[in-house]
């Protein structure tokens, strides 16, 4: 977001709902509870905004997103841990550690070549 755009979303704002970084910092719970009650809350630094809080269910709505599903999740997190402790994973490792630094370089580079093809 652009800084003049920023500027004018706040200078349109209910004053009551743009607080300065020190007020957010020793009064979070007050602004927690404007942000939960389903307003935006400003917080500047030295008199430019500079962040937002907002309730979770208005994050949801301006990135899209849904609540993630914990299931899903569970079986991605098991599938790369079961990878990672495989006995390839464990000689590659090996292997890592017992490099010299020229080697180590060298398998740095071909691996951001393979990220970049």
């Known amino acids: 977001m652009s800084t003049r755009r920023s500027d004018s979303t706040v200078q349109e704002a209910d004053s009551q ?3 300065s970084a020190t007020e957010a910092q020793n009064n979070f719970g007050r602004v927690l509870a404007r942000a ?3 307003g935006t809350v400003y ?3 030295h008199d430019r905004p500079a962040a937002a809080v907002v309730s979770i269910d ?3 709505d301006l990135a ?3 609540d993630p599903d914990l299931v899903e999740l569970e079986r991605e997190f098991d599938v790369r841990l079961a990878h990672m402790q495989s006995d390839k994973a464990a000689a ?3 292997a890592l550690f017992r490099m010299g630094s020229e080697d180590l370089g060298r398998a740095a580079v071909r691996g951001a070549r393979r ?3």
């Open 58 to 60: 208005r994050y949801h």
């Open 92 to 94: 590659a490792f090996d």
């Open 43 to 45: 917080i500047t630094k």
């Open 115 to 117: 990220k970049r093809d």
């Open 64 to 66: 899209g997103t849904d």
């Open 36 to 38: 939960m009650a389903g």
């Open 17 to 19: 709902n743009v607080v």
